[in-house]
């Protein structure tokens, strides 16, 4: 492999001054989808582009998460709120969240909770979110060709470059994006009607990075052991193995993770939340009580 070493991004006020945040969706994305049938959906090499450009320019481990979680369109909208709610988590403590509440959902979109403004960006853009999802299981070494495209684009046009959060490497002619610090992920955020255009005289720049996320071994639970794409198979893989779930397969199909986890219904996240809600009001009435009690004692010792 040879590293395509380039000037580092610019830093994002430069960026805003230039060009306005993304907009989302570029093109208009039915929220209702056609029903396919048993052939599943066929997208042209233009439409797949355009699919794929928001996420393309992800890092490899990172958008693997993204293809299969697409093809949960269904638990989206469920998992981003939960990751909302407990943004102020990170690390360690968001996976020991995760794992007591017992998620019901897929560990394609589990994986996803570490990134709340990634979900937020699939669940505010359904029909985007599951035509995508449409085209890996009925499409994926075409959706990957044209991840492949959008990036080659992005290169020659000078705006993928490596950076302190990415790292550019060109392996047996498939561009491959990795994060510079193993398990360290930063969402790249960048506007796709910039960066895969030709560039405006004196304008070299277009991709600026959000905070870093770290992913741990204790997410490895959700997707995490291993997840990456291969380019020359058109793989995409997780937990070091194939993901195989295709528009035939996809109701039966089930991922042989490291660490297989039962599903469980949704109610019992609502109980877990409910009993924890009923400990705080319990707790603080339990305080707001003994501090009377203590204010009634001393006036009492003042009399």
């Known amino acids: 492999m040879s590293r395509i070493f380039l000037v580092p991004v610019l830093a994002a006020a430069a960026f805003a001054q230039q060009y306005p945040p993304p907009q989302y969706p570029q093109q208009q994305y039915p929220q209702q989808q056609p029903a396919y049938g048993a052939q599943g959906p066929s997208f042209a090499p233009a439409q797949l582009d355009n699919l794929v450009q928001r996420v393309a320019l992800y890092p490899d481990p990172l958008l693997a998460e993204v293809l299969t979680a697409a093809t949960y369109p269904d638990q989206i909208s469920s998992a981003g709120q939960w990751a909302s709610d407990h943004r102020y988590l990170n690390g360690d403590r968001l996976a020991a969240a995760i794992n007591a509440d017992r998620l019901p959902w897929q560990p394609s979109v589990v994986a996803l909770i570490p990134f709340p403004s990634i979900l937020d960006m699939m669940a505010s853009d359904m029909g985007w979110t599951q035509q995508l999802g449409d085209a890996v299981l009925g499409q994926r070494p075409e959706v990957m060709d044209s991840v492949q495209h959008m990036r080659r684009q992005a290169l020659d046009y000078g705006y993928l470059r490596d950076s302190q959060d990415a790292r550019i490497v060109n392996a047996g002619g498939y561009i ?76 039966e199909y089930r991922h042989p993770y490291i660490a297989p986890r039962e599903r469980f219904e949704g109610r019992a996240v609502i109980e877990r939340h409910d009993r ?23 006036d009492r010792d003042h009399q």
Not at 186 to 203: H, L, T, W
Not at 234 to 247: L, S, Y
Not at 287 to 295: C, K, L, N, T
Request: hydrophobic content about 30%; overall charge positive.
């Open 276 to 298: 924890d809600r009923e400990y705080r009001d319990y707790r603080n009435n339990r305080d707001r009580d003994r501090g009377r009690d203590r204010e009634r004692d001393r």
């Open 176 to 251: 491959e994006i990795q994060p510079v610090q193993a398990g360290y992920y930063a969402v790249p955020v960048y506007n796709s009607g910039v960066v895969f255009a030709r560039p405006a005289r004196g304008v070299s720049f277009g991709i600026t990075f959000g905070p870093r996320v770290f992913i741990g071994s204790g997410f490895s639970n959700w997707g995490w052991g291993g997840p990456g794409l291969d380019w020359r198979s058109h793989a995409v893989i997780i937990d070091r193995r194939p993901w195989e779930r295709t528009w035939v397969n996809r109701a």
